[in-house]
C-alpha cells in the first residue's frame, strides 16, 4: 500500500512516456487504494510524466537501494 508523498520505484517501462524500470517517483494522489497518481521529475524540478499506475507497476524504494541519473529523452 501506498500514501501520498512516497517515493515508489517503478516495475516496468513505459515507452510512451520515456520511462524506464527502475526510474524513481513520487506518489501524488491515492485512489481509493486502488490506483496511485505518479509524479516523475527532472533534477531541475520540472514534471516529466505524471501517471495512475496500479499497486502492481510499483513498488517502493527500500533503503539501501543507490539513486542513478539517466537523460530522459522525451518521445
Excluded at 4 to 33: P, Q, R, W
Aim: proline share 1%.
Amino acid at each position: 500500500m501506498f500514501d501520498e508523498l512516497d517515493t515508489v520505484v517503478l516495475k516496468k517501462d513505459i515507452k510512451k512516456h520515456g520511462l524506464k524500470k527502475g526510474d524513481i517517483g513520487t506518489v501524488v494522489h491515492v485512489y481509493g487504494k486502488k490506483a496511485f497518481e505518479v509524479e516523475f521529475v527532472s533534477a531541475s524540478g520540472n514534471t516529466m510524466a505524471l501517471i495512475t499506475f496500479s499497486q502492481k507497476e510499483i513498488r517502493p524504494m527500500t533503503k539501501n537501494e543507490i539513486l542513478h541519473a539517466r537523460d530522459f529523452a522525451s518521445m
